[in-house]
């Protein structure tokens, strides 16, 4: 028998932050990983999980896209799992599963029908990317950025466009950023701290920057956007950067809807904020699409494959991810996705005990490792 | 010299219903026929002029998309005007334009530049189709239905989809019910009367209609759309018809934004409902696009020309009209649009001593006519 530690839904909590050790918290099992009974699916070491902001919208006891939490259960991530032993013909020991609905957990037993839906085989990376990357900039973020933009704004991504980002230091609106500047568009983006406005004009290149905790969104729009307004927006947030966007939209502007983050954790609904400009969507015949990027995998994931993660490890695209080491540590990481105090992409290694084959080994050691 | 009979712009109005004799007032002029001076123009009998919802918007002071009308200067329409004398090359006496600036009054002298930019030569109908119908079903509101649905909803426009039309017993509302009921779409209309409901089911093959003044949307669109949803939403009015279309859409939905009448005459700013479920855009992965007709003409005019004149000639497309006999009943009719009592597409015969020649001869006899 082993220890198997994990997060478990604790009580749905339909407002205001996450807490940790309330809506969430730790436990600790254990697991027979010789003889533990596999049913036609496989037996998985957790090899590192992706916090989404989503995923706070599965605590809340509502009706969502994806399902509710189960109270005691292991709440759900998207995750790299490497399989340990199996009784599908598909995977053998050795192999790396990437999982839409991994359980944040160190062992899970994955069924089969799971593994065949909602599974992808991933080779073990030899172009020296952590694990991490995988589920970020390489992975669902970077798909959810990639797609997004080739889907909605497509062909009109040119250079002397402009383009506002929202969320722009987290783990889409980084790849976003620097997808747009690649293509010669001009970028104004928002974040959450000063630190991360610096990242954002210093290292990506943003032509211009606000702390929309600090600053009139209103105002740096109209700044930046002139008389001729903003082409496009990609929006992770909603609200007043919403309305902002809307207000100083460029005829013709296109809005890609990925998310709504400024609402999830509303203390009450009055306190969302939504648009009061909408009769501009008419009158400039704005584009305003909802995506996810579930939706496009399947028509976008070799170009994908083929083009992000090669320009990561060149470095033609940097990436900035926020790795928490040690499933313990997750509470916390998910919590910081909210109150602004992470640095780019949310994930947890896990498997902390073999950092280095998953190409963290070196920021293990300045780390906490909570175990 | 002969009379000049117009409505000239009167004042400034930014909330609540136009007021005719506040807003708008009547006024009559002289004009010489003979000598009055073209300067490169030409002078025009006006013959009829379309009334729109969206006019409202240049009565109130503030920004628009197309400018403020001018205080004494006759208000602005969509219209059909007969060359008289002419200093143009394109045009002689007798040649017809359709002019997108018509001064609503009984004669004008328009300018070349406006005549060039803003006019377009139109041969006189002889399919026996009123001239009205030429500012309705076969003019600018018949194109704006054709052509938004083929532009933003396309070939998704398949038997066995839903769509939701609000205003549908209105100008727009009409064709685009069917237009979509030809194409095998199953619709629910709403309308602000039974009997425009009545119009709608009845006449129009709509599935179901529903008063928007006495039921309650959120519930009718659940009916209707079911566990599904209801894939297409044609807005003419936002308001709270679009927040119950957000909440009962169809996954990959698509709103048609063509215009938010329910906020056009709102007495205080907050009294305009905007919907508070927009993050259901993204996770239903909703597109919502604005539209003006006027953006896709050149691209959409040849065919829609090709067909949508015949079919009404035919039978195969119903019209409803809503024409008002002399220019000096426009101020009624205006506020009829926002009343709900206007029956289809509002517009003016102008030229009321000719109402033969354009095919209006028999309703002329049962109708008022204001002179």
New interface residues.
Partial sequence: MVVNRRIVFNQVKATGLPEPGVTTRPEQTEIDLDNVALNGGVLVRNVAASLDPTMRNRMKGGV??TPNYVKDEPILCIGISEVLRSELDAYKPGDLIFIWSQPLEEYSVLPRQLVEQAGRKMDVPTNGLSITTYLGAAGMAGMTAYMSIKEIIGDRLQPGTTMFVTGAAGAVGQLVVQIARQAGVKVIASAGSDDKCRFLREELGCEAVFNYKTADPFEELKKFGGERGIDFYFDNV?GTQ?EAYIEHSAK?GIIV????IS?YNADK?ED?V???N???????????????VS?FIQKHLASFLAEIPQMIADGKIKVKEDVTFGVLGAEDAFLRLFTGDNEGKVAVLIDVDHADKWNLGERKKTAKVWQ
Wanted: aromatic residues 26%.
């Fill in positions: 969502y896209f909603g919403l013709y809807a990925c998310g709504y609402g609904p969302i939504y648009p009061k909408l009769f501009k969507v008419v009158t400039r015949e704005l584009t305003y699409r909802g995506f996810i939706s």
